[in-house]
């Protein structure tokens, strides 16, 4: 039976899809980050409406939720406009230019940090490392990637942005809404899963230079297949540690096991003195 709840402002398909998400996992609770995007999607935040509803639907506190919201930076409790522009400041980033971006959008746009345009069509956030270092300075618009930005293309990037123009991801993919693109992590695909590569030049690089030195990862057992690709040219040295420890480990057990049988030594005169 469907438990009753409060829609607290929401539609019945609304509610349908946050019913639908918290069935997806074997505990409800373990829906909440996907119906919080869900949230962002129809209401563009996370509201306290939003906070109560998953809390009702997930039998979880509000504040149980409003911790989760508020603590991932994925969840905006601010409205976000169009397109969440997110310029990496972290240090690869900023070094190579990312710190320059973020004053030139500003100053381009007219805004703060997490601040959105009067137009509403942009929102501009400084984000830590996006792991796209090998791409810096990276810029990300829906958390798609626009890679090895300049203060010019970011420029002309939020301008083709704020006229309509289909602007796609340095990585294929056509950028949408945030509001469509948070539908997205919700778990409802567009479709666009799989436009553009999967990975880029610079992030196969070091796969490259492993397969034409000759360079292997060290056995891994049944997923020798996968670590050699994810570990080529890794040292062998922690594994052998670990191999050296197993073996000091046996090496007691079987002392161990010797004592028990014949006892000799300190052993053997501890054992005669408590007989
Ligand atoms: S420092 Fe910018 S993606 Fe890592």
């Known amino acids: 039976m469907t438990q009753e709840i409060q829609a607290h402002g929401f539609d019945d398909s ?28 129809v209401q563009g935040r996370v509201t306290p409406e939003g906070i109560e509803v998953c809390a009702d639907l997930l039998e979880l506190s509000a504040a149980d939720v409003s911790g989760v919201a508020t603590f991932y930076t994925m969840y905006k409790r601010r409205p976000v406009g169009d397109y969440h522009v997110g310029v990496c400041t972290n240090t690869l980033c900023a070094v190579m230019g990312g710190d320059e971006i973020f004053t ?51 420029v002309q990037l939020v301008d083709d942005l704020r006229a309509g123009t289909e602007v796609r991801s340095t990585r294929g993919a056509r950028l949408c809404t945030w509001r469509e693109a948070e539908r997205v992590l919700a778990g409802f695909p567009d479709g666009r899963a799989d436009e553009g590569p999967g990975a880029g030049e610079a992030s196969l690089l070091g796969l490259r230079l492993a397969r034409e030195r000759g360079w292997t990862a060290p056995d891994g057992g049944d997923d020798a297949d996968d670590s050699a690709a994810i570990g080529a040219g890794v040292p062998e040295e922690p594994e052998q540690k670990v191999a050296g420890a197993k073996e000091s480990d046996d090496d007691v057990a079987e002392q161990a096991a010797v004592e028990e049988e014949a006892p000799t030594g300190e052993a053997a005169a501890d054992k005669e003195e408590a007989q």
Not at 19 to 41: F, T, V
Not at 119 to 144: F, K
Request: hydrophobic content about 35%; aromatic content about 6%.
């Open 14 to 41: 609304t509610i349908a899809e946050l019913r639908e998400i918290a069935a997806r996992y074997p505990e409800k609770r373990s829906g909440l980050l996907p119906m919080l995007h869900l949230l962002q999607s």
């Open 104 to 154: 030139r959008l500003k100053d381009h746009l007219d805004v703060g940090n997490d601040e959105t345009t009067d137009d509403g069509s942009i929102t501009l956030e400084h984000v830590e490392c996006n792991a796209a270092c090998d791409y810096a300075p990276v810029v990300m618009v829906n958390w798609e990637f626009m890679d090895n930005q300049t203060p010019e293309s970011a």
